[in-house]
């Protein structure tokens, strides 16, 4: 049984998913964080806290990554961990240099930099000959805008080194885009108070279905484990409406995209790694989106061991632990499963949802959850801002997406303000 790390997690889904896979794995964990009140704060389930199940919860500054390699070799001889890990993206980068100090499985942490780094990514995986959005690279807004015009309206906007689809958005003018540098200038530190990197990408507007390989690259060698479709809503915004796996494609355009991403993944230098690998499905072919070292969010990981039995947080602490992959498919019965989810008409506090037991209780629905009375809604720009959602399987393939978002459809969400006067 191996001691893994756990530095830092996601407050959502994947803080439940991860460290039931490290346990369904036979491993345990230490957790390691800069505020454990993070964690605390953002827990609204009856079930208990899942940090209950961690062996230990230490604190130091995982913000720095210097101190925080000389605090975790002082832990070593003590604690022994046998791998490390994280399913934060703000962390992948901190963990990456864990592992090569301890000399336990991962990828270089350079191959980790030009992942997370959409600008970085964006030069390396052009250079490699993946293809993907003609872009340009700027800190200024005069230089954005210089940029723009060679490329042409219509345009995506992106800061570099966040995730959750914020701030990025579709522009069509030098005033949309003066607007959404702004918007940027005001966020100068992220969610984990790091400070953010002034760089901007602007690319070329892709066309056309957008699916997600989710793979996993152990000792060198890649296997994709399946594909995934993806909803998009929220114009200008591209948030996540919703998934579906497996995705609905003929065999010769899954064969493509799936060599898209792993020749990202090879060019990347990615190792020992789950990925999650977006791709737009453009009338000229796969373009690749970006490259993610670490599990799917917003519980494709979910979707995918419902119908194949194959866990992928599980298989994330496998490869850190230095395990080979457990990647056999079962037999569950379950041809696809998909989910989706409510987002806020507008902002502002909310009353009730109705119609939320009701799509709770509708066929083929397993699993479903809703804010509570009093939750304050905010802008559907992003991928953090869901006010809940609806998971179901089919039995028929490609058929569980229309179960989902019927549900969704069947919910109204009404406001605090709605009720004054009524």
Partial sequence: ?????MVESWVG???????????????????????????LRAWRRPEPHPLLGAENVLTAETNDVPSLVEHVARLQPVLGFDGVLTSCDYYLGAVAHLAEHLGVPGSPPEAVRNACDKGRSRLVLREAGVPGPAFALAESTSGLREAAAALGYPLVIKPVDLCAGMFVRTITSDAELGEAMRDLAGFPVNARGQRRSTTVLLEELLTGPEVS????????????????DKSLGGDPWFVETGHMFPAALDEATERAVSAVAVSAIEALGLDD????????????????????????????TELIRRVTGVDLPAVHAQLAAGEAPRLATTASGVGSAAISFLLPPRTGPIARIDGAEESLAADGVVDGVFKEPGHVAGAASSNNHYLGHVMTTDRRPGAAR?????????????????????
Avoid: C, W
């Fill in 402 to 422: 229309s179960r989902a978002e019927e549900a969704i459809a069947s919910l109204r969400v009404v406001y605090t303000e709605d009720l004054v006067g009524a």
């Fill in 1 to 5: 049984m191996g001691h893994l790390l």
């Fill in 13 to 39: 889904a994947m803080s439940t998913l991860l460290p039931r896979g490290i346990r369904d794995g036979g491993h345990r964990f230490t957790f390691l964080t800069r505020d454990v009140h993070h964690y």
């Fill in 213 to 228: 390989v989710e793979a996993v690259t152990s000792r060198g060698s890649t296997t994709v484990v399946g594909v995934t």
């Fill in 273 to 300: 790694t789950v990925t999650h690998t977006e791709i737009k499905l453009t009338p000229a072919g796969p373009r690749l989106v970006e490259v993610n070292p670490r599990p799917a969010g917003n519980q494709i």
